[in-house]
Each structure stands twice: as C-alpha cells, then as structure tokens.
C-alpha cells in the first residue's frame, strides 16, 4: 500500500510563473489536507478537501492559491504569479473521511521561486 | 490566536539519556494530541497520540504525557539514540472533522 504521494519534490519556478503541486492519497483514503512550511517553522495548515468539494480553506492565502481534489486524480494546489515569499516546503496529508487524526503525510513539495 | 507551541526551540542530549520535549497548548476544547517527528528533507512521520480523556499514554521508548490543568503536552523519549535526532512537533485535534494545528517544533541533536 503506497503512502501518500507528492510530485514533484522539487519544483523552481521564476517569479510571476505558477506553479502546480500533486497529491496522491493513500488507498482508501478521500481526504486531503495541505500544509505549508517555512524554513525554521512549523507546519501551517492552508486548506481540506474531499473529492470534489473544500471543506476549510481557512488557511489559504485570498489571492493567488487554490486547490482541488477531483473525482478522479491527484489533489492540486495551485499557486499564481509566484512570489519570493511563496518558497517553503508544501506537504500534503491524507486520511480516511472524517478521521483527520489519521493522517498520513507525503514527503512534501520544495517550491523555490528565484 | 490559539495555537500549539513549544517551550523549546532546541534539546541537545547524549546517546543514552532521556529527553523530554515539551508543547504548551491554549484551546482547552482541544480533544486529540499528535507528537510527529519530521527528519530532514523529509515528512512528518506519527510518533504517539492522546485522547484528551488520558493523562499518559506509553509506546516503544516513548511516552506522551498530558496536563490538561495547565494545558501542557509532553513527549519522552527513553535512552534516546543518534537516530532520534529530528524536529518534533505537537499537533492538536480541535474537534473531530478539522485538520490538525501544529506547533513550531523542537530540533532535538543526540551527540555520541
């Protein structure tokens, strides 16, 4: 049974390009979640999705991010015109529905923006 | 806001001694504690949890305590080992469908 996995694991981008991050859950698994994490920092949640539907985006930047987790494929976050500050390591979780203690991260996204 | 955090941002010990790695947390509705341990380049890895209704709970080499009176969490780990060497974080469950809120980690080093 794979983990939940994430690609690319590294991802450079210019600034004002947009960058797109793939999540596959776990088998079994409908719930995603993402978190982003600055150097030295920790994880802080940015949005939770089932399929075809966003649960809490509370964490989600207004402008420019957005995520989906369709009927069928991979969960994406989504970043626009990237900026210098959008740099950080993005880790998707997932879980089974409704059991968010449950979950179980992938390896993470390094989103570099030069 | 209410967050989870730590007390320390740093613990250096040596191969063999205890470590207590400790989280002060402020939603007292809070119902499920996580410690996770994130090695580098690499993801959070679930270490042990806690229902709020436990004060102590024990796994391999590692026991979770928690203080709901003054809101404290805290993660030992016995005769720790250079393999022990990551950040830890606490995470809490506020109630049952949300996602977890984590804390800033402590960077545990195991010298030889």
């Known amino acids: 049974n794979a983990g939940v996995m994430q690609n690319p694991r590294h991802l450079v981008r210019r600034r004002g390009q947009e960058a797109r991050l793939r999540c596959s859950p776990m088998k079994g698994h409908s719930h995603v979640y993402w978190y982003r994490q600055l150097p030295e920092e920790g994880l802080k949640f940015m949005v939770y999705l089932q399929k075809e539907n966003i649960i809490d985006e509370s964490g989600m930047p207004k402008e420019r991010f957005s995520a989906e987790f369709p009927k069928e494929g991979p969960s994406i976050l989504r970043i626009q015109q990237v900026v210098r500050g959008d740099s950080a390591a993005y880790f998707c979780a997932s879980s089974p529905a409704g059991k968010g203690t449950e979950a179980f991260f992938g390896q993470g996204t390094r989103l570099t923006v030069v | 806001g209410e967050s989870v955090g730590l007390h320390l941002p740093t613990l250096s010990v040596q191969e063999g001694d205890n470590s207590i790695i400790n989280c002060a947390y402020s939603n007292s509705a809070s119902d499920y504690f996580i410690w996770y341990k994130q090695e580098s380049g690499k993801g959070p890895q679930f270490i042990i949890d806690?229902?709020?209704?436990?004060d102590k709970r024990q796994g391999q080499r590692v026991t979770v305590l928690l203080n709901k009176t003054v809101k404290h969490l805290s993660l030992q780990i016995a005769a720790t080992q250079p393999g022990d060497s990551a950040v830890y974080f606490c995470?809490?469950?506020?109630?049952?469908?949300?996602?977890?809120?984590f804390g800033k980690g402590t960077t545990l080093s195991v010298s030889s």
């Open positions: 806690i229902r709020s209704n436990m």
């Open positions: 995470a809490e469950n506020y109630q049952a469908g949300t996602a977890l809120i």
